[in-house]
């Protein structure tokens, strides 16, 4: 006994519901040691071990080496322990008090394992739709509370049988010992498929009938892991079109879900990141540059250069995608226009059934709304469109600790909220424009699900919102401060964007950079529309430098909806009334009623808010180049232009945009960049969009080049929705990049909206260092 110690461990990270409590038991049976290993209430695992010193030492060693493949180790805390005297190593029920807090597992995309098992005619898990193992399956879309336990999630509705709870007390079974989430056909979820009048449909295999259905022609609507999919075939126009006319969906793109890397081969063009990143863990759409031979309808993405594709995430998906005929199908969110994705069969039969033809559903219940994760590749490094399902709720680490919890509402499009404790931010998953109440209800409840889990003190909380008075998401927050009696900061939106860069890069208190901010709108200082902005700042000073010239916007949002009427609000500065009127008429420009009545738009100028949104800019160049003339989703124009600009050269012929010293500031007077397309608008299509794109990012280049240089800064952070656009960000790193100066963009939250609540928890944060 003198030569025996004991010692207690907590350990954090992602650590529970990925088979780590089992993985720990091995381990200790392994290196002869006693004691327990139980989840806590923070999500974090506490382990006691006894034995001699070498043996507890080479536990140790091991416990980061050997960990489960879903794992993720964040801090180990070792601390002796008083000697029990435990007579063997064993599995404890979970206890509720939190430690210290831990991350919450996200859902996990089916592993390798599991499709054998539902592909192998003689495993028990044949064709079962739902297996998972400690390394896949759902786990955040299921969790109710903590810690992660089967009582705890909706899979409490389904006791285990015999079967599954001999494997569940089986210590050799690495991948289903003490794992929470396992079923199998005679006690999981079951599967089944209902015509949208309510007929439930009496076939043995639901799925193989779905997939029957599919290549018949039939749109259908199917329950999978964090909400609905509509289903349908993407290789027939007329069924294309046919889904786009139900949904409402003039023109967005929709997503491709294929069986397998060599079926996205046929599709995009494939590189080993793209493959890992299809293949990994996380199952996320990753938008890729499409095949010149590709077989998908051009009713897909129509006028993008690009298809966003992923692999089957859940056995549903993937058994359903073996038996259609193309083994590629549209699997876009469950949802009516401007509503959040359906997660419960009540919502898909109220909402979806004028938009499909039949219903696949399942009796789990969906607890976390989850929506796909979406990334691109800019400038050849990974960048969210979409940070969700795989990805949250994990959280990001700051560079500093808060000396207060921060709640922060984000935005108001395509909006994520977060909350932030210690050195820890946990951004909720997607929720939405949150203009729309069910969004605005949702990002609620998301915020008070993170409350209640990580165990913040509404009252002790900093409160963040944006600066916009207009904004549903600071109203929200507004009403929280109330009733609460919490306090509240208003940050303004351009600087949250470049500081969330700066908090997911771990730059330090006191640093000080060059931050541009490039998207389509946000509430400025001087309270018109900024979008085009260089600031110099640090995390709680900025100055305003410089930032595209101002344009106003006659109509409000119909110039965000018609494009066109942004182009004549700049081409007034540089040109009469007539000559606008012929530039328009003789090159057939923009949407018929604008271009029926200018007048009309001329005259709301005086009145009109003004901008200075890059978003503005790239939408006026794409109608004026015949791409875009009329937004039917976020960001449309800007985002075909950069399309269009594909395989385009640089004309030489293109003068610098000029930049002028206006009330202090540095000004890069757009409308110059305009009447140089126009003077060579006779010139190749491609051509004009890429050397508008890259004068863009030089001109915003040049700005920050200098004030960096003149105050000695190493870093210029760029971030905002367009700092996703490969042509603006060659052009800013063609200028800036050197030895002494580096180009900061973020990669491990959204360059847009959806990734604002991190800087607005590192403003909180830091104006209380």
Known sequence: ??????????????????????????????????????????????????????????????????????????????????????????????????????????????????????????????????????????????????????????????????????????????????????????????????????EKLDIKDPLKEAAKLIDEGYILAIKGL???????????????????????????????????????????????????????????????????????????????DKQGVMLPYTGIHYLLLMETRDRFLIMTSGNRKGKPMCTDIKCAKARLSDIVDFFVFHNRRIINRVDDSVLRFTNGQVTFLRRSRGYAPAWIHLPFKLRRPVIAFGAELQNVGAVGFDDKVILTQYIGDTDEIENLNYLNRALKFFVDVYGIDINEAILVTDKHPNYSSRILAERWSAENGSELLRVQHHVAHIVSVMAEKKLKIGSEVVGIAIDGLGYGDDSNIWGGEIFVMSYNHYERIGHLEYHEMPGGDLSVIYPLRMLISILSKKMNFRSIIRLINEHKIGDKRTRKYPEVVLRQLEKAKKTSSLGRVLDSISCLLGICCERTYEGEPAIKLEAAAKNGVLINEFLEIPIKRINGKKVIITSELIMEIIDNINKRKRDLAYTAQIALGRALGRVAREYAERRGLEHVVVSGGAAVNNYIIKGIKEIIENDNLKLLLPNKVPAGDGGLALGQVAIAGAKYL
């Open 226 to 304: 964090g909400g609905f999919h509509i289903a349908s075939l993407a290789t027939i126009d007329d069924v294309v079109l046919e889904l786009r006319r139900r949904k409402k969906r003039r023109n967005k793109p929709f997503a491709l879900m294929t069986l397998d890397i060599e079926t996205a081969s046929r599709l995009v063009e494939l590189n080993r990141k793209a493959i890992n990143l299809l293949n990994s863990p996380e199952k996320p759409i990753v938008l890729l540059d499409e095949r010149e031979d590709s077989p998908v309808s051009r009713f897909v993405a129509p006028g993008l």
């Open 1 to 198: 006994m003198e030569n025996l110690e004991a010692v207690k461990i907590y350990i954090s990270g992602i650590v529970q519901g990925v088979g780590f409590r089992p993985f720990i038991y091995r381990l200790a049976v392994k290196h002869g040691l006693k004691g327990y290993v139980r989840n806590l209430g923070g999500s974090e695992v506490e382990v006691h071990v006894e034995g001699f010193k070498e043996d507890i030492d080479a536990f140790l060693n091991a416990v980061p080496k050997e960990k489960p493949p879903p794992a993720k180790i964040e801090e180990i805390r070792i601390k002796k322990s008083l000697f029990m005297g435990y007579k063997e190593f064993e599995i404890q029920s979970s206890g509720k008090k939190a430690k210290f807090y831990s991350m919450i597992p996200p859902d996990f995309g089916i592993c390798e394992h599991c499709i054998t098992e539902i592909l192998d005619p003689n495993s028990r898990h044949y064709r079962y739709p739902f297996n998972s193992c400690a390394w896949c399956g759902p786990r955040f879309s299921i969790i109710e509370k903590l810690p992660y336990d089967r009582e705890n999630t909706s899979m409490r509705d389904f006791p285990l049988c015999e079967y599954c709870e001999s494997e569940y007390n089986d210590p050799d079974n690495i991948r289903r010992f003490h794992i929470q989430g396992i079923s199998c056909p005679i006690c999981g979820p079951k599967i089944w498929l209902e015509t949208v009048d309510g």
